[in-house]
T-cell receptor
Framework: GQQVMQIPQYQHVQEGEDFTTYCNSS?????IQWYKQRPGGHPVFLIQ?????EVKKQKRLTFQFGEAKKNSSLHITATQTTDVGTYFC?????????????FGGGTRLMVKP | DSGVTQTPKHLITATGQRVTLRCSPR?????VYWYQQSLDQGLQFLIQ???????AKGNILERFSAQQFPDLHSELNLSSLELGDSALYFC??????????????FGPGTRLTVL
């Protein structure tokens, strides 16, 4: 079945440093979604990318969807303590966009002030 | 606050028992999804209902079942509980028919502990 992998699993950064998490799917995706889960909280939707090679920005966050629609990345510039949490990517397979979302294992970001 | 409510917040029970988790979706959302999140695993999709009908199924155990009622709230039933069923169970809802076609709004979760 479809597998979605994320690296790294954990990342410690000093406040102000940049951070990137990578997401790779075993199958072509219809789209990619990113969610953030704060410690003790629930996942919160950040963004959805649909087109091959798409890049979207939200303030200090930059999201990319690969040309082959099998990988994606999230880059945070100048991290802040409010960025702490686990970032998940998720996507449905291209051949069945209405089907279930497969989530990656997440990247847990810790920021030292 | 996502608008999705889940009860109870915490549940402690013994092996072999049966429990019911409840979820009310955001107003207007017809799709409800159930996920399991264990400590060492990410979010595992269990099942989706759309307007009362089962829409998609993930790796849901046969001991688990769910339903969505006419008022669109959903219940997840877990029976013959095992220690390994201890996890955080999230419900999510969306306006769209398909899981991959739009934003999902997650509830606060129910933490199940099986002793």
């Amino acid at each position: 079945g479809q597998q979605v992998m994320q690296i790294p699993q954990y990342q410690h950064v000093q406040e102000g440093e940049d951070f990137t998490t990578y997401c790779n799917s075993s199958t072509t995706l219809s789209n990619i979604q990113w969610y953030k889960q704060r410690p003790g909280g629930h996942p919160v939707f950040l963004i959805q990318l649909v087109k091959s090679g798409e890049v979207k920005k939200q303030k200090r966050l930059t999201f990319q969807f690969g040309e082959a629609k099998k990988n994606s990345s999230l880059h945070i510039t100048a991290t802040q303590t409010t960025d702490v949490g686990t970032y998940f990517c998720a996507g449905p397979p291209a051949n069945n966009a209405g089907n279930m979302l497969t989530f990656g294992g997440g990247t847990r970001l810790m920021v030292k002030p | 606050d996502s608008g999705v409510t889940q009860t109870p917040k915490h549940l402690i029970t013994a092996t072999g028992q049966r429990v019911t988790l409840r979820c009310s979706p955001r107003s207007g959302d017809l799709s409800v999804y159930w996920y399991q999140q264990s400590l060492d695993q990410g979010l595992q999709f269990l099942i989706q209902y759309y307007n009362g009908e089962e829409r998609a199924k993930g790796n849901i155990l046969e001991r688990f079942s769910a339903q969505q009622f006419p008022d669109l709230h959903s219940e997840l039933n877990l029976s013959s509980l095992e220690l390994g069923d201890s996890a955080l169970y999230f419900c999510a809802s969306s306006l769209s028919t398909g899981a991959g076609t739009g934003e999902q709004f997650f509830g606060p979760g129910t933490r199940l502990t099986v002793l």
